[in-house]
């Protein structure tokens, strides 16, 4: 009989609250500010950028894109989180065989239905030790387990891929309105204030057009951010900024900033209505 397998959370009491209750609470607070900021609900989106960092860093500006869901908490019930790898070298995207992700707040269940098409994709290969101390996806998790009602993961994180090996993975999970990509990457890294500000500037604007690829070392996570820019372009998505900031701005100096930023990209309406910076 073969054990249940369940990937424990790598930097909880890191990058986040590694209490239940204090992870709820700081999860509800950011949240609650991300809805004061926001002025008008946009439509609940079919893909997110959002930032990876520690909370006190990036916690802001996540939590704009995360209030997004909200309207559509009940009808998404599948996530495809795709994210940069910190700490290992590999060729193409690595998914996962482990039947839950575990935070503080409780287990998310894995989706394996895709899995034998993803797999069939030359690039695509099954390796749990790339996900085991990976913190691009775990810190996402908090945030969908308090905006989502119930849904099942597929987790993907991304080494040596091309844009269209990563476009090739979106576009088999794609699915309908129960389905929503999440693509996890911070901006520029270590840069002094004005230099990543004006950085950071041209790269979102870059992702707004849908112009991919984004200049080497302009996002960590911009292999995957090109996927979602390729496969944007072809389902013809609306891209908005949602929040830009840097860790100068949260809780970090002002002489090498990470840089973070929260994109909404939504389909066409229908006519029936291991720093712990990055």
Not at 63 to 87: D, K, M, N
Not at 185 to 196: E, K, N, Q, T, W
Request: charged share 20%; aromatic share 6%; proline share 6%.
């Amino acid at each position: 009989m073969s054990m249940r397998t369940v990937r424990q959370p790598a930097v909880a009491g890191h990058f986040y609250p590694g209490l239940p209750a204090v992870l709820g609470r700081r999860v509800e607070i950011l949240l609650d500010h991300a809805r004061a900021a926001t002025e008008s609900r946009l439509r609940a989106p079919k893909a997110l950028i959002v930032p990876h960092a520690g909370y006190a860093y990036s916690g802001p500006t996540a939590a704009r894109g995360y209030v997004l869901l909200e309207p559509a908490r009940a009808g998404i019930r599948r996530v495809v989180l795709i994210g940069p790898v910190h700490h290992f070298g590999f060729v193409g995207l690595a998914l996962s065989s482990a039947e839950a992700f575990a935070t503080p707040l409780g287990e998310v269940a894995l989706d394996h239905t895709l899995d034998t098409q993803l797999l069939e994709l030359p690039h695509v290969i099954g390796a749990d030790r790339y996900h085991g101390p990976e913190h691009s996806l775990e810190v996402q998790l908090p945030f969908l387990q308090h905006v989502l009602e119930s849904f099942v993961l597929i987790p993907v994180v991304v080494g040596d891929a091309t844009p269209q090996q990563v476009a090739a993975v979106i576009e088999t999970s794609w699915g309908g309105p129960e389905t929503l990509l999440v693509i996890s990457s911070d901006l520029s890294h270590y840069l002094p204030y004005d230099m990543a500000e004006a950085l950071d500037r041209d790269t979102v604007q870059r992702i707004l057009d849908l112009r991919w690829p984004l200049p080497d070392h302009a996002a960590c996570g911009g292999r995957a951010v090109d996927g979602l820019l390729l496969a944007g372009k072809e389902h013809h998505l609306h891209t908005a900024l949602v929040d830009r900031r840097n860790s100068g701005d949260t809780a970090g100096d002002r002489e090498r900033v990470v840089g973070y930023a929260a994109v909404s990209f939504t389909e066409a309406a229908t006519t029936e209505g291991q720093d712990e910076q990055h």
